[in-house]
C-alpha cells in the first residue's frame, strides 16, 4: 500500500515542452525531496523541502523548479524538456533527521524525444 | 570530495550467505542506510546504523566500522527474491543523504 504517489507512472515528451511531475504523501511528513536515477546510477538530488514554503536546491537543481505549498504536495516542473532530462524521477519523504528512513514513491519514468 | 564505493555486481546462490560492502568518504557522518531496489521499482528500507557493530533483522544484518568507513550487508538464506540492487547511502554532516551506485545481486538456482 504506497504512502506516497507519483504520476504519471510514464511520460513521453517532445523536446522544449514544460511538464509537471506530481508528488503526494498522506504520512504528514516534513520533508520531501526529489531525486534522479539513471541506470546502475546513484541516486542525484534536485530539490529538497523541509516543509511548506521551504525548498532548496541540491545538486541537479538547474532547469528545474519546485513549489511546497501543502505539506502533503512536492510538484517538480521542467520548464523546457531536453532528450538529457531523460531518466528516472523518485519523490521521497521522511519525518524527521534521525534514524528515519526515506519513503520513495514509484518513480516517473521520462523519456524526451 | 564525498564518495561512496560498492562492488557494482555480485553472483550468488539460493540458500547462500552473501556480503555487499560499502566503503565511503564523506564530511562528517550521521548514519549509514542500506535500502533495496529491485528493477524498475523504488529503493525501500533495510537497515540503519549509526553504531559501531552489528544490526540484525530477520534474514538480514548489517555492520558499520565507523574508524574504518565501512558497513557491510549480509544477506543469509538467499532466496531468489533477493535478486535487486542494494543501495548504500550515508547521511553527512549537513544531513544530507549521499549515495552509492548500488550493487546488483544476481541470485542462481
Known amino acids: 500500500e504506497a504512502d506516497i504517489y507519483q504520476t504519471p507512472r510514464y511520460l513521453v515528451i517532445g523536446t522544449g515542452k514544460k511538464i509537471t511531475l506530481e508528488c503526494s504523501q498522506t504520512?504528514?511528513?516534513?520533508?520531501m525531496y526529489w531525486y534522479q536515477q539513471d541506470p546502475g546510477m546513484e541516486l542525484h538530488l534536485i530539490h529538497y523541502?523541509?516543509?511548506?514554503?521551504?525548498?532548496e536546491k541540491g545538486d541537479l537543481s538547474s532547469e528545474s523548479t519546485v513549489s511546497r505549498i501543502r505539506t502533503e504536495h512536492f510538484p517538480l516542473t521542467l520548464e523546457s524538456a531536453r532528450p538529457s532530462h531523460t531518466s528516472q524521477y523518485l519523490c521521497?519523504?521522511?519525518?524527521?533527521?534521525?534514524?528515519?528512513?526515506?519513503?520513495f514513491g514509484n518513480g516517473t519514468r521520462l523519456t524526451v524525444t | 570530495g564525498q564518495n561512496i564505493d560498492q562492488p557494482t555486481e555480485m553472483t550468488a546462490t539460493e540458500g547462500a550467505i552473501v556480503q555487499i560492502n560499502c566503503t565511503y568518504q564523506?564530511?562528517?557522518?550521521?548514519?549509514l542506510f542500506w535500502y533495496q531496489q529491485h528493477a524498475g521499482e523504488a529503493p525501500t528500507f533495510l537497515s540503519y546504523?549509526?553504531l559501531d557493530g552489528l544490526e540484525e533483522k530477520g534474514r538480514f544484518s548489517s555492520f558499520l566500522s565507523r574508524s574504518k568507513g565501512y558497513s557491510y550487508l549480509l544477506l543469509k538464506e538467499l532466496q531468489m527474491k533477493d535478486s535487486a540492487s542494494y543501495l548504500c547511502?550515508?547521511?553527512?554532516?549537513?544531513?544530507?543523504?549521499?549515495w552509492g551506485a548500488g550493487t546488483k545481486l544476481i541470485i542462481k538456482p
Open positions: 504520512m504528514g511528513h516534513d520533508k
Open positions: 523541502s523541509y516543509g511548506v514554503n521551504s525548498t
Open positions: 547511502a550515508v547521511r553527512d554532516s549537513n544531513y544530507q543523504l549521499i
Open positions: 521521497a519523504s521522511s519525518p524527521g533527521w534521525d534514524a528515519s528512513p526515506l519513503h
Open positions: 546504523n549509526v
Open positions: 564523506t564530511s562528517g557522518f550521521n548514519g
